[in-house]
C-alpha cells in the first residue's frame, strides 16, 4: 500500500496519533495409470520444494518496507514479516534461517508505494543475490487508487506479474517463490473505521477508493468498495493461476486475504497498514506455506 500525498503528510505531522493456495495441481484425467516407469520418471523431474532455503529477498510494496508499524508516514523494514529482526514479528527469514543469518542472508527490495508493474525491477535486484527464496506481496496499491475506475485492469496485472516470474527465471532459475494473496482491503475499512481518529487520518488519502467516505454506508458507496473487493479477488486468482505455473512457486491458497485482521493487527498510526502484531501474524502464514510438505 503506498504513501499519501506531501500535503498529507505535512498534515500528519501535526496529528498526535496514539492508537492504529493454490491446492496441489494434480491432474487425473487419465482413465488409467500411468505406467510405474512413467510416474518414477515425473517425480524424478518435478523440482523438490526446499523447506529450509539458505536466503531470503523480499519484493513488493509498502506491507513488506513496514509502513506506519514503527511512526507515522514512516518505512520500518525492521518490522517486515518477511526480513525484519524485530523479535516481537519474528520474521518469516528469522525463522527460516536464524537472526544471525537473517542478517546476513535476507534482503528487502520491496518499496512504498508499488504495485504490479513495479515487480520486474525489483526482482532484477532480488535474482542477483540468486536467493533460495523470494516472497512477493503486491497488489494492494493496484485496487488502492483514487478512484475505483483508476486500479489497474486484471489483464495488466496478470501480465506484470508474469513478466516479474520471468525476470527472476531469466537470472535465477531455481529460486523457490512464496506469493502472499493480495489482503482483503474491505474488511481492514470494516475494522478500521471503528475508530474516530484512523477515519480522519484516512480523509487524508490513505486508499481512497476504499475509504473515502467510510461513514457512507448508501447504496452507491457500499457498490464502490465492492467493486474494489471484487477486483482484490480477481488479482488474487491472477497470483494462484500464474503461481501454478510455475514449478518452484507457491501461493498462500489466499492464506492474507482470508485472515480476520482486527483493529489488534492494525498500525496505529494510520488504522489500515499492519502494525507488528499484524506483520508477525503475516510472518506465521508465509512459514507455514513456505515449510508445508504440501502446496
Known sequence: MGKPSSRTRAALAVVAVTALGVAGCDAGGGRAPAPDGTRARAARSAPEWNSSP??????????????????????????????????????????????????RHSWNYAVTGARMADL??????????????VTVMAGANDA??????????????RADFEDALRT????????????????????????GRTNPLGK????LG????????????????????????????????????????????????????????????????DWFHPGRDGQARLAEIAYRTVTAKQP
Open 206 to 269: 490513505i486508499c481512497p477508493s476504499m475509504l473515502s467516505d467510510a461513514d457512507d454506508l448508501t447504496k452507491g458507496a457500499g457498490l464502490r468498495r465492492d467493486q474494489v473487493q471484487q477486483r482484490v479477488v480477481e488479482y488474487n486468482k491472477v497470483l494462484k493461476d500464474v503461481c501454478a505455473r510455475d514449478r518452484r512457486c507457491r501461493f498462500d491458497g489466499g492464506a492474507v486475504y482470508a485472515y480476520d485482521f482486527d483493529t489488534d493487527q492494525l498500525s496505529h498510526w
Open 200 to 203: 480522519e487520518v484516512w480523509k
Open 54 to 103: 539458505d536466503s531470503v529477498a523480499a519484493v513488493g510494496d509498502s506491507i513488506t518496507r513496514g509502513f506506519d508499524a514503527c511512526a507515522v508516514l514512516s518505512d520500518c523494514p525492521e518490522v517486515s514479516w518477511a526480513t525484519g529482526s524485530d523479535t516481537q514479528v519474528d520474521s518469516l527469514a528469522v525463522r527460516l534461517l536464524g537472526a544471525a543469518g537473517a542478517a
Open 120 to 133: 520486474p525491477g525489483q526482482m532484477t535486484q532480488a535474482a542477483a543475490h540468486s536467493p533460495g527464496l
Open 144 to 157: 488502492c487508487r483514487d478512484s475505483a475506475s483508476a486500479m489497474t485492469p486484471v489483464a495488466e496485472f
Open 168 to 191: 527472476l527465471r531469466k537470472e535465477a532459475p531455481k529460486t523457490q517463490v512464496y506469493v502472499a494473496s493480495v489482503p482483503n482491503l474491505k474488511r481492514l475499512w470494516a475494522e
